[in-house]
Every structure is written in C-alpha cells, then in structure tokens.
C-alpha cells in the first residue's frame, strides 16, 4: 500500500534544502524507514518538534520509490523534550539511537529493537536507573537480539560451567582457562555479574553495584559492541562515567 501508519521512534535527522529535513525512523512493524518531512524546519510547521531524535510518533508516510514522505504525525511519548533536559540521559540516548541506526536496516521488521528502545528511552525518561546502566543494558540486550548475546558466566568457546574470569571480546565472552587466548581481559568477578545481571535485567543487583564495577563494565561492552559493529559508536565518546 502506498500510504501506511505506524507507531515510530525518531532516530536521526539532517536538513534537506532551506526547509525540509529527512527524518529517520526505526518503525514497530516496517524496521527502519527513512522519509522526507516537507517544511518541518519552518517555524509554522504542525509537527517539527515531533520529529526530533528520541521521539516515540504515530507516523503516517507515503511511500516513495528512494524516500517516503511524511503526511502526518502524532506524539506517542515525548521522550527526546524530557531527555533533553539531562545531559547525562541525553548522551546516553544518544548512544542508543545511534546502536539502535547500525543495527537495524531498512525494509526489515526489528518488532524486538523497537521494543528495547522504547524501553531504554523510557527508563531514561522517567530516571529509573542510573543512565549509564540504562545504557549498557539496552547495548548488551540490542546485540543479543542481533545474534550476538555475550556470555558472562559459562565459557563462550567449550560451554565449560562457569563461572570464568577471562573475557575475550573475539571470543564473545568470558572464556575458561583451555580456550583463554592470549591477551584475553581479567575483569573483577563483580564487573561480570553486573554485567550479567544488566543482560537479565536484574535491576536489583545492577543498582547497587560499586560505580568501579559499572566504569570496568562499560569498557568491555564497548569493547564488545565496537568489535561487532566494526567501528565505534560515536555518541559513546561523549558519554560520562561515574
């Protein structure tokens, strides 16, 4: 059909002439989709502060053969305003959209990365957790879903019953003694179980961990997602760590 609707979270932008922007847009239903949004940058315009990153939209479009074109658009949850206000969940939202760009393509439902998301933004929106726990949660859960799922406790090579203390990012996870490569990490057992627990979503045990553990923590999944990705994420630069 060439007219749709759908519920639609705003990952990215960039100006299109003197007036139009092209919105990019990770769908519930379509995966990602990338449109045009006519006049949105005109003061006058009925739906630009819909459209900025972090947003959750009902987003009406009409399909176009390279671009679409948005025809109508509607706030579901106004996270990017709320967002906006703290640097610290902004930098971490950031960081999510961008993931959330590289790991999704266009045409191909991602109902789950939507999902993760909208979560991820809504934590951070409604400051339940610490944002940078938020953070690597919503990393390490993106990437599972995406076939990557790191292990933390058994051995990511043999299946060996953990737990293990090596972490090799190559290796996808905590490795036992046999199958430990050389230059493997050694993180504190704690680092592991946060980011066990990060993965699971026990949120009990992430928020009291030692803010030692989540920096130790947050270097690995970095580590993790950047060797994934094959190049760096790069809102995680601007991101501060207690």
Known sequence: MPLYRDAAIVLRTHKLGEADRIVTALTRSRGKVRAVANGVRRTRSKFGSRLEPGMVVDLQCYEG??????????????????????????????????????????????????????GGLSSLAGAEHDAGLVLDAYLLRSLAVAGWAPSFVDCAKCGAPGPHRAFHVAGGGVVCPSCRPAGSAAPH??????????????????DCSDPRHQREGSGLVAAFLQWHLERGVRSLRLVERA
Not at 83 to 99: G, V
Not at 189 to 206: C, F, H, Q, R, Y
């Open 189 to 206: 057992p704690l680092t592991l179980e946060l980011l066990a627990a990060l993965l699971s979503g026990d949120w009990e045990l992430a």
């Open 65 to 118: 053969r390279s671009l679409d074109t948005v025809t109508q658009t509607e706030t579901l949850a106004p996270y990017g305003d709320t967002i906006a206000r703290d640097y610290s969940a902004w930098t971490a939202a950031s960081a999510m959209l961008e993931t959330a760009d590289r790991l999704t393509e266009e045409g191909e439902p991602a109902l789950q990365q939507f999902n993760l998301l909208a």
